[in-house]
């Protein structure tokens, strides 16, 4: 099992970068719960909307607007764990994510690669999707894997099969894939499971020792739309760690302003949580992040900009402040 290093603690040597205090944090959390009681979430999956609603959100039928009464936000976010184990393939790649515990990841999705072997810019494809998983399996620094690209030569509709089927076979390590429809989250858990049962037959079954995890973006501006709905509903009945990624650009699906910003990350990140701490009381979440601001004059992401650096420091110390793990972008 892996435990890797703690970062910015309050040590005598070392080095971290704490940009907000905890006032600044609480008030961030305060008017994010203004935001989901005020202004609301918009929900598009019908089953979401009834979990709201028999919980006792505020739900508007005709809008698919859910206002989530602050209480029922906190009651969710204290019963999310503060430590999670992602199961890999085998037993030395289990990873322990807690706190200020720092591990790395490989970034997604890439659509078009330079091929290795003849140098032709082409889009990507299932077997890329395998050689890239092995050099990912061999890279020490990596603890878990990501879906780092898409495979174009197989049928969109069951490409995140594949895509899972491509990165177990290749790695012995923790995967994290984001479906994007009901049923193939539901595959996907269906071919995690029989990998568990025949890799890892020491684990109890189910209880969320599955070799992979979940992750899933809201759509910003506040939006949970069905995917996200699709994908926190299935992690959280089948109790799998699950990963939710805001994606909010300053100045264009956020506030110009970061302060603004965070609060609209957060109450997205915040209304996941609270559904699946709904569906099932103690579902791991991980707070997750790949937030930044755009670019007004060429209107794209400004990946690998102070401002990222910033954002993504302040929704890290948020996690900290919930006692939850985080899963921050880097440019």
């Known amino acids: 099992m892996i435990r890797n290093r703690m970062a910015g603690r309050p040590m005598s040597g070392g080095l971290g970068l704490d940009i ?3 006032d600044e944090l609480h008030e961030i959390h305060r008017a994010s719960l203004e935001v989901l009681w005020h202004t609301g979430i918009f929900v598009q999956d019908h089953e979401a909307l009834d979990i709201f609603a028999e919980a006792g959100a505020k739900v508007d039928r005709k809008t698919s607007v859910v206002r989530i009464p602050p209480h029922q936000v906190e009651g969710a976010i204290s019963s999310a764990p503060e430590k ?12 322990v994510v807690e706190g200020r515990r720092v591990s790395f990841t490989n970034f997604g999705d890439a659509v078009t690669i330079n091929d290795p072997y003849t140098g032709e810019h082409r889009e990507t494809t299932k077997q890329d999707m395998a050689n890239l998983s092995k050099v990912i399996d061999a890279l020490d620094v990596i603890s878990i894997m990501e879906e780092m ?3 174009h030569d197989v049928p969109p509709e069951v490409a995140s099969l594949h895509a899972y089927e491509a990165m177990v076979l290749n790695s012995s390590k923790h995967i994290s894939i984001g479906p994007l429809e009901r049923e193939t989250t539901e595959k996907i858990i269906e071919m995690a499971a029989l990998v568990a049962k025949a890799t890892r037959p020491e684990l109890p079954e189910g209880l969320g020792n599955l070799p992979m995890s979940l992750i899933t973006c809201p759509v910003s501006p ?3 739309v069905d995917s996200p709905c699709a994908v926190i509903i299935a992690a959280a009945k089948h109790n799998i760690p699950c990963t939710i990624l805001s994606m909010a650009m300053s100045g264009g699906s956020a506030p110009v302003h970061l302060a603004g910003t965070l609060v609209s990350h957060n109450a997205e990140v915040l209304s996941g949580l609270t559904l699946a701490q709904l ?3 103690g579902t791991p979440v991980i707070y997750g992040s790949s937030t930044t601001s755009l670019d007004l004059k060429t209107a794209s992401a400004t990946v690998g900009s102070p401002e990222l ?5 302040a929704v890290a110390a948020m996690a900290r402040y919930y006692l939850l793990p985080s899963w921050v972008a880097g440019g």
């Open 20 to 22: 907000l205090n905890q």
């Open 84 to 95: 999670v184990v992602l199961r890999g393939r085998e037993a030395k790649n289990d990873l």
């Open 149 to 151: 690209a898409a495979p």
């Open 222 to 224: 506040l939006r949970l």
């Open 279 to 281: 569906v099932r009381p």
């Open 309 to 313: 650096a910033m954002i993504g420091a």
